[in-house]
């Protein structure tokens, strides 16, 4: 049973949130490195971008986290810590690299 602030860790939606933002993570922190590559002049010409849509994207990551610190904040909290990590390990940048493999347009 679910409550609120008190969902149970073996909760089917609380672990298909966690690997939802944990995509959604890696689909921003790819954007992100493909914008900053873009401003810093390092943007060649045959190098891939991505469709305007993909921004959208970047504001479930917020919204998953706010509705995981509802269902249990403790959760919360480690899958941050994850995504850290996972950031720092360059994990969540190939991930976003093969969820948007198909929507690069080289330019």
Do not use: C, H
Request: net charge positive; proline share 4%.
């Amino acid at each position: 049973m679910m409550s609120l602030f008190n969902t149970p860790f073996n909760s089917v939606i609380l672990i298909v949130l966690v690997i939802a933002y944990n995509i959604v993570a890696g689909i921003n922190n790819y954007d992100v490195r493909l914008i900053r590559e873009k401003k810093d002049e390092f943007f060649l010409a045959n190098t891939k971008t991505l469709p305007k849509w993909i921004g959208y994207i970047r504001l479930l990551e917020p919204i998953i986290l706010v509705v995981l610190l509802f269902l249990n904040w403790k959760f919360a909290l480690i899958a941050y810590i994850i995504k850290a990590i996972l950031q720092a390990l360059l994990v969540l940048e190939f991930i976003g690299y093969i969820m948007l493999y198909p929507f690069n347009i080289k330019r």
